[in-house]
């Protein structure tokens, strides 16, 4: 049995459903019936309500507001403020066509993009790697005398930072400093983010010591990327001293600190340590979520302790927690790898049951786990099955499935495989070939390589 600090943990882990955007249903049927009422909604009327159902990720409703607007007399009818919400709004989507369409649609009707406009849209190109564009608009920007703000910079180095950009992150930050703008926390916290995420800690602390010498506050978010960064190279001595330091400077550790040390702690070994970590969170006003729940489970299961996992994974489903696919995944992976076959099956079973839909992960974990048994029969069976309910395997699942059956002299099968796999556009990984070449190295000859690649061509 779990003590009450367990119950005390996962009791308010259930999402609670509460509007944050106010009654934006109640607004637009006002705005239908404002003429009735006789008045007659201007700009910001129109740009209150998209505005509002942008924030709700309600952006066709938003569009379809904006498109509503064109048959009114009175024009424009949406100020810059209603497109930018449009824009940042598709931007977030990942629909940067439509976004630089409606940009377009903005100054064809008179309205001048703003710093806002071109924030969002640089952001937005920036996060899907479209570099030239991004740099385009930013030449347009300063040809309109629009220019960058610190907003701006901190958007560039941000996104230069996550994909290890760093010397170009560097070069943005230093012409920010010749326009006169010191760099904030959000960019020391994106400058020190990105040499975590390279393990280039030395040059993280260099960073975190130059803000400090600066004045610059750092924050929550500053000490979890480097709780995380000294995680990550197995430092965990170095980790806690920085969560001592945040808990003496009066920090409120969020969620995300908390999940950071529970997956570093198993990561090093210490996956008792991780759980009393998991189980003392709600001390610190903070509660698991769908990630903590994760990772402290496969952190169980990698660590071997298959029962502490399991007897935490039936107490989250015992308070009733919205307990998603992935934390299915992780038990399901867990349960495999500990050769409780015959327990992931029945549980794999009940997903339907749960409401939950299986998704490719789930179909090639199951898969891997078959076929470790050297079932490929039911493991084949599977493979086809999940196609006809509607999921569509992946290189992942084809891969797995051939190095499952390589080692079981299926070469037939195998071949068959290989050559579904080469149709779909997927290739074979590194694992596969060297189960592959060791397999007819072993039992066919020196010529078996060449034969067996010229039969899936």
């Not at 969002?120 to 920007?141: D, K, N, P, V, Y």
């Not at 560039?156 to 326009?179: F, H, T």
């Not at 010591?209 to 190279?233: A, E, F």
Request: charge should be neutral; glycine fraction near 8%.
């Amino acid at each position: 049995m779990l003590g009450s600090s367990t119950t005390a943990s996962l009791r308010f882990f259930r999402r609670q459903s509460e509007s944050q955007f106010g009654n934006v249903d109640y607004a637009i049927w006002f705005l239908d019936h404002m003429d009735y009422l006789g008045y007659q909604p201007d700009s910001h009327t129109f740009g209150a309500v998209i505005n509002g159902l942008c924030k709700m990720g309600d952006t066709p409703g938003a569009i379809a507001i904006l498109r509503r607007t064109e048959t009114r007399k009175c024009k424009p009818s949406v100020n810059a403020v209603g497109y930018n919400a449009i824009v940042d709004s598709l931007c977030k989507d990942g629909l940067l066509s439509e976004a630089l369409s409606l940009f377009s649609e903005m100054t064809t009707k008179g309205l001048q993009p703003d710093t806002i406009t071109y924030n969002c849209l640089i952001q937005g190109l920036c996060t899907f790697s479209r570099w030239q564009e991004a740099a385009s608009l930013l030449s347009e920007r300063k040809q309109k005398g629009i220019m960058p703000d610190m907003h701006t910079f901190n958007i560039l180095v941000d996104a230069l930072c996550k994909e290890g950009k760093i010397s170009s992150a560097r070069a943005i930050l230093g012409q920010m400093v010749r326009m006169g703008k010191d760099p904030d926390v959000v960019t020391y916290n994106s400058m020190i983010a990105g040499f975590c995420f390279q393990s280039q800690m030395e040059e993280a602390m260099k960073v975190f010591d130059l803000m400090v010498h600066k004045g610059c506050v750092p924050n929550v978010c500053t000490y979890t990327s480097l709780i995380h960064g000294w995680c990550k190279i197995k430092s965990i001595d170095k980790a806690i001293y920085l969560l001592d330091e945040m808990v003496n400077k009066g920090l409120n550790l969020n969620v995300v600190t908390w999940n950071t040390l529970i997956h570093g702690f198993c990561k090093v070994g210490k996956p008792l340590a991780a759980k009393e970590l998991f189980f003392t969170m709600h001390k610190f006003g903070q509660y698991p979520d769908l990630s903590s729940c994760a990772t402290i489970l496969d952190g169980l299961f990698k660590c071997h302790l298959f029962s502490d996992a399991i007897s935490l994974f039936r107490e989250m489903e015992k308070n009733n927690l919205d307990l998603n696919i992935e934390i299915y995944n992780v038990v399901l992976d867990g349960m495999c790898r500990a050769g409780k076959l015959n327990d992931a099956c029945e549980l794999f079973s009940c997903l339907p049951a749960k409401g939950l839909k299986p998704d490719v992960y789930t179909y090639t974990i199951m898969i891997q786990g078959l076929c470790r048994e050297g079932l490929l029969i039911d493991a084949e069976e599977l493979l086809m099955n999940m196609e006809e309910h509607g999921c569509l395997p992946n290189s992942c699942t084809y891969n797995v499935f051939i190095q499952g059956l390589l080692p079981r002299n299926a070469v037939l099968k195998s071949i068959k495989y290989f050559k579904i796999m080469k149709e779909k556009g997927f290739s074979a990984e590194a694992r596969t070939m060297e189960l592959l070449v060791d397999y007819l190295s072993t039992h066919k000859g020196d010529n078996a390589f060449q034969e067996f690649m010229q039969k899936i061509v």
